[in-house]
């Protein structure tokens, strides 16, 4: 399978050299890389979607919308640029008039992640989405990996599963051991009174966190039981 690198090197030179053209090098906006960033961001969104979908079938929608909101971030899309080294690309590719200001705008996070949209962007245009979404999601595979393993926010994912029955989530710190600057919290979520789930963690907020998600897995097997 090729990389992501490795397809961006078979790009038209047309299409290349919009991906890396910045909006203020060039007279007209529709001559950057802007339009290619908007299809480019649709594009990504498809592909790490179809990828999370098939391999979570366990995941529910809102644990599947945190994991593709991370992914998809211009945080994410950034760290992915670095790897790719398209920072130095977009230095090479501007004109010598525009050598300082390209470094600065290599260095920009926001900037970096248009740039990958954009690839994506100009790789499916030429390639088709078939050829190209294994590419993407290797290329942002360790941050899916990440955001199923750790950022998931487990108390909106479950806000959110209560809120369509209408049902009431709390938190309570029903523990706080060990010395101030090594304090272990216990916590408790309840739902309409019922306790759910438990938790332990350094602070507070990790505490709940991990209630929460021991919440999901016990209404998550409550839902398989019924069916």
């Not at 960033?37 to 999370?52: A, K």
């Not at 529910?60 to 945080?75: F, M, T």
């Not at 599963?161 to 304090?183: C, D, F, I, S």
Request: proline residues 2%; charged residues 25%; glycine residues 6%.
């Amino acid at each position: 399978m090729a990389t992501l690198a490795q397809l961006a090197e078979q790009l038209r030179p047309e299409l290349a050299r919009q991906v890396f053209t910045h909006s203020s090098w060039v007279s007209e906006r529709t001559l950057s890389y802007e339009r290619l960033e908007f299809l480019g961001d649709s594009v990504l969104g498809i592909c790490i979607s179809t990828e999370i979908y098939s391999r979570y079938p366990h995941y529910n929608e809102g644990e599947l919308a945190k994991v593709r909101a991370y992914v998809v971030s211009r945080y994410t899309c950034a760290k992915v640029g670095l790897a790719l080294n398209l920072s130095e690309r977009l230095v090479r590719s501007a004109e010598e008039a525009e050598a300082a200001n390209a470094v600065q705008l290599a260095e920009n996070a926001n900037v970096l992640a248009a740039v990958v949209e954009a690839l994506i962007g100009a790789l499916y245009l030429q390639m088709g989405l078939g050829k190209i979404i294994d590419a993407v999601v290797d290329a942002f595979d360790e941050h899916i990996v990440y955001a199923a393993s750790e950022h998931v926010d487990y108390k909106t994912v479950l806000q959110e599963e209560v809120a369509k029955t209408g049902h009431e989530v709390t938190y309570e710190v029903v523990e706080a051991e060990g010395p101030p600057h090594a304090r272990l919290f216990t916590s408790e979520v309840a739902l309409d009174g019922e306790i759910l789930g438990r938790g332990r963690g350094k602070t507070k907020k990790v505490s709940q966190q991990e209630a929460a998600k021991e919440a999901l897995n016990v209404l998550r097997e409550r839902k398989e039981a019924s069916s």
